[in-house]
């Protein structure tokens, strides 16, 4: 995390959305006594559809708690404090960007003549899926000073482009350095190599030899492990088991 790379883009992000998220949770919950459901949900929709009511998840709130325990840390005003703001605030809106709607109807004999709706706050892996493709989209950006000497603090970031510098939008993920080569041991960047790594031979996703161990090839190592297994108690009194032998491979990387 060290490095201003991409991947430590993402884990600002995805930790600030997690503080978010337990804090609006928190509020529906009723478990913090400054907060409770969002008030602003009131009255009919937009097309009169349905009418708020119900108790919406307060993301206002847990957005504002977030950023007042995340963003105090970043008072340098250097450029990788202003990447680590540009993702925690990235991260704070990937929660409210993936509020759900639920609705109940309400009329006789189950009808639907009338239905309220209120905002809830979706499974965790939803805003972890939703900011890991932010990751793979991240865009690289570079400090602008504007008339100020380079000596000083930058005026804010911008991305790389050859036509003309462009802010990054607040919904993206931005980082400064290429990411290191995580593929060998470099303590300096914070990579600590795949050397070693237990991998899974069958799969093909990022946990598979192939791409884990970086096309260095595995070894296999071989195991006999033993347990007491099929145990019977006796009247009266003792337990008798059986031995139990399993033979697994294991595959590390080269």
Not at 16 to 35: D, E, F, K, M, P
Not at 117 to 142: E, Q, Y
Not at 173 to 185: A, H, I, T
Request: hydrophobic share 25%; glycine share 8%; with cysteine.
């Amino acid at each position: 995390l060290y490095a201003g790379s991409r991947e430590a883009a993402y884990v600002y992000a995805i930790s600030s959305a997690g503080v978010t998220y337990a804090v609006t949770q928190a509020c529906s919950r009723g478990n913090i006594s400054l907060c409770g459901c969002d008030r602003t949900k009131e009255g009919i929709s937009r097309r009169g559809e349905w009418k708020w009511g119900g108790c919406s998840a307060d993301v206002r709130y847990g957005m504002k708690l977030a950023r007042q325990f995340l963003d105090a840390r970043e008072l340098e005003g250097d450029a990788r404090s202003l990447m680590n703001l540009h993702n925690n605030k990235a991260g704070r809106k990937a929660v409210k960007r993936n509020l759900l709607t639920e609705c109940k109807c309400h009329g006789v004999s189950g009808s639907c003549t009338m239905k309220t709706c209120w905002k809830t706050l979706p499974s965790f892996a939803k805003i972890g899926d939703f900011l890991m493709n932010r990751f793979h989209k991240a865009k690289r950006v570079v400090p602008f000073w504007g008339k100020r000497s380079p000596s000083k603090k930058p005026l804010y970031l911008h991305r790389r482009s050859k036509r003309r510098q462009r802010k990054p939008r607040s919904k993206h993920l931005v980082y400064l350095e290429r990411s290191p080569n995580y593929c060998e041991l470099d303590l300096s960047r914070g990579s600590l190599g795949t050397v070693g790594r237990r991998c899974n031979r069958s799969s093909t996703g990022i946990d598979g030899c192939d791409l884990l161990c970086c096309g260095r090839g595995y070894n296999t190592h071989q195991y006999t492990r033993t347990w007491q297994c099929n145990c019977k108690f006796h009247w009266c009194c003792f337990v008798n088991c059986h031995t139990c032998n399993e033979r697994t491979e294991v595959y590390t990387c080269k």
